[in-house]
Structures are given as C-alpha cells and as structure tokens.
C-alpha cells in the first residue's frame, strides 16, 4: 500500500459529519447493562480453547490537575493517598479475573493508561507491576507501554519505568504555545518533555510516541508550526495528531474553555493541512485516522503487510490478542465479547469487597457484528477491502448482503473517494482522511448516535 493521502478542503467540508472513531465496533455506545458476570466467564472459557495471547490495560485515573479539553475518564485530586485502596482493588481484580484465563496464555502487550499513570509512586508502581507478573506470564518481548504526563516525570521515573519492565512511552504535549497552555490549564514547558524524551532514548525504549492535539482554543498557524518544529527535531517514533472536539454538553471540564477563543472550522482545516505537509515532508508515514509514524517502526511495517490492528487504545500489531481491562470504566474485549467495568470508586470497590467482576456493561457479538467489524477493521488499517476473502469467510453474497451500501460508495467514487468492484473496495488518497465517513456506510448503528460522535475531522 503506497504512502499517499491528498487533503480536499472542499470534500472535507462536504463530507463535515460527526462519526465513531472506529476502536471498537459496535462502538461502546451499544454496550448493554444486561452483559453479567456469568456472560463474561462464558466468554473467557470459550477464548480459552482457541487460546492466543493477551493483552493487558490498567486504568490510573487519577491527575493532579485538570486539562480543560480532556474528554478522558478521570479523578482530579492532589491526594496521593486516593491512590492505595484503589491498587489495593486492582490487586482483587488481577487475582479474580485470573482464574478465569488459562494459565498457559502469555501476556504480549501491556498498557498503562489514565488519567495520570506515575501519579502512584514509585513503590506502588513497583508493586503493580510485581503483582501483575503474580498472576499473568508476561512474555519477555512483551510491548510494555506507559502514557507519561512530562509534569509527572524525570530521567529517574523513566529509569524506574525501564527497571520495572517498560519499553515504549506516549507523552501527552498537545501545544508548547505558552497562550494555548493557559487557555487549556497545562503549562508544560518544553524542556522537562525533552527531559523525558532524551531519558528514554538514554534507556533504549524501544519507542517514543508524542500526542498533539489540532483545534485548541488560542491556537494559531505560527504557533503551531513552531511546536510541530521543536517536535520534529525531537524525532519521536510516532506521533498522534488528534483533533479537539468541543463536546462542553458531555464533559464539564470543557466547560472552562471559551467557545470565542477556539478556531474557525477553516482554521481548524489549515492547522490540519500545516501539520500533514510539515510531517510527511519530515519522513513520517500517514498510518490513518489521527497517527503518522515512522517508515521503520512497527505500525509502518505492519500496514505495509496487513497486519495492523485497532483497538481500545488505537492501532497496534497485536490483532491476536484478547485484551483486558483492570480499574474503573476500563474496556476489554475477549473472544466474541466487549466487556466495560463501572465508572466510580465507590462501586468498583462495593463489588470487589463482594468478590464480584466490577462490570457495567458488556456486549455479545452477534454473527453480523462481527462481520461489520472485520471489514470496518480492515478499511481503517488497510485503506482497502478484498471482496472475495469477505465472501469466502462469511459465506454471503456482498453486493448482496450491503445491496444498501452500494449508494453511497458510487457517491464516494463519483468524489474520488474511493474506487470499488465486485472484487475489491480500494481508498483513494483523497479518501484517507475521510475513512470514518467510508466506514459507516458498513455500520448499522452510526446513524443513531451521530450526536454522541466527534466530527471526522
């Protein structure tokens, strides 16, 4: 697949919809609270005799302080001691769901998200990671990754990282413009996430991923273009270009921006543009959605063979593993079933006192769920769909089965979108920023909840 992706303002304003970003389909809008315990051990028995390998994430919610345009599932406090019974509840949560997984099933991936994961200390991140290896075999070439706040960190936290097992780190920066970090309450100064970066580098992490967000209240070109300047010279192996979206009505912390003070939708479209001419022309690879990389890293080399995958926590190249989820409202998903655990404190630790899996709703894929969810998966990964594998692995006629589909592609194909046969289904460079759009031709929920979506772009 060639590294090709063409921005069309006038196809992008055409096309100016809200849309799921794909990380799971169906989306965690159609969990269901009648998902139990009794259907996720029926589940985890089943997984366990095809077998495979797992991945692990562990939610940390807790942050210091607030960024105003996060959307993430969090517990502002600067009380480190909140930190103890909620490892304490991990700990029940890692022993109960291991007895539910065959103990021959190696762990591959691990994930450290939040929040704020080094808000613990280094004690405490010792012990997680002590106890974690108790009850799960973790491969010794495991990807071992971490979300790093640079406020939260130094050259000794990244030393502690490696010593405990950590080989790859996301470093949230955002905008180094002084004027966007006040309108968004994070002052982050480029030295201590340099600091980070070079500790890193100093202790081989096998890579270094560095989020930025489009679209923040005060932004402007020149700001910007000088943030994507001191990035680029810091060579980070991938970086995730996300785009803000204003939802205030969902999330309270985004209450506190300024509606006045964000850019235009045209501005906003110039940000983008800057940002995609400035790091392809630095070497970086469009992986697709929001993510560039590098031509060598693994997400790069795993697209290049149709081995890329997306889950909870974005693309990866663990599409065999069954993934899950330990902490408040962390997602898993394991063989044909997405499973969510509750949002508070306070019942995450009423049902781990009970000895119950702390869950709030879950989802049993239906033979049709997974057949959307395959093609959904390989048009976000691949750019293209090969017809005859979806036939032969499904047993249905395509054209027949998404006869309701076919409108709309002729319409993306009219708009040099995309091109499509009875053979294959192919995205064109111009299609690529607008995969979302293309994907939810295939599902049959999107348009029931598009104003729970953030725009595509």
């Known amino acids: 697949m060639q590294n090709q992706m063409i921005m069309n303002r006038q196809l992008i304003q055409k096309y100016d919809t809200a849309g799921p970003r794909y990380t799971s389909y169906p989306t965690a809008l159609e969990f269901q609270e009648n998902f139990q315990s009794q259907d996720f051990i029926h589940h985890a028995e089943l997984s366990n005799q095809s077998g495979g390998p797992l991945s692990l994430y562990f939610h940390i919610p807790f942050c210091d302080t607030v960024c105003f345009y996060c959307a993430c599932n969090k517990i502002v406090t600067k009380n480190r001691d909140h930190a103890v019974p909620y490892l304490e509840n991990l700990y029940k949560e890692l022993a109960l769901k291991s007895t539910l997984i065959d103990s021959s099933r190696t762990v591959t991936q691990l994930h450290w998200g939040g929040g704020t994961p080094t808000f613990i200390s280094e004690q405490q991140m010792h012990e997680l990671m002590q106890q974690t290896r108790r009850y799960f075999h973790i491969a010794d070439d495991a990807d071992i990754s971490i979300e790093i706040d640079p406020r939260e960190a130094n050259a000794n936290t990244i030393k502690l990282l490696k010593s405990i097992g950590f080989n790859r780190i996301s470093l949230g920066v955002q905008d180094f413009d002084p004027l966007v970090q006040k309108a968004v309450n994070r002052i982050q100064s480029e030295a201590e996430t340099l600091a980070v970066i070079d500790a890193a580098r100093q202790h081989q992490f096998r890579s270094i991923s560095v989020d930025l967000i489009y679209g923040l209240p005060r932004q402007t070109l020149a700001g910007f273009n000088t943030t994507l300047d001191k ?24 209450r506190q921006i300024k509606s006045e003070d964000l850019p235009s939708a045209e501005q906003k479209l110039s940000l983008l543009q800057l940002s995609i001419n400035k790091l392809t022309q630095a070497g970086y690879r469009y992986i697709g959605m929001d993510h560039f990389a590098k031509p060598d890293d693994e997400l790069s080399l795993a697209q290049q063979q149709n081995r890329l995958h997306r889950n909870f926590q974005g693309y990866a190249t663990h599409a065999e593993c069954d993934l899950i989820g330990f902490g408040i409202t962390a997602i898993g998903h394991i063989g044909d079933a997405y499973a969510q655990n509750v949002k508070t404190l306070t019942e995450y630790d009423a049902l781990l006192k009970q000895n119950q899996l702390p869950l709030m709703r879950g989802l049993s894929l239906s033979e049709d769920d997974k057949l959307r969810r395959n093609i959904i998966t390989r048009l976000i990964c691949d750019f293209e769909l090969n017809l005859a594998d979806i036939e032969h692995d499904y047993a249905i006629q395509f054209k027949d089965y998404f006869a309701d589909a076919y409108p709309q592609l002729e319409q993306f194909a009219e708009d040099g979108l995309l091109q499509y046969n009875w053979k294959s289904i192919v995205v064109l460079p111009a299609g690529r920023l607008l995969i979302r759009n293309i994907c939810m031709v295939f599902d049959k929920y999107s348009q029931q909840a598009k104003q729970r979506f953030s725009k595509v772009i």
């Open 231 to 254: 990035i680029i010279a810091a060579d980070p192996d991938r970086i995730s270009l996300f785009n803000y979206a204003h939802m205030p009505s969902l999330f309270k912390t985004q």
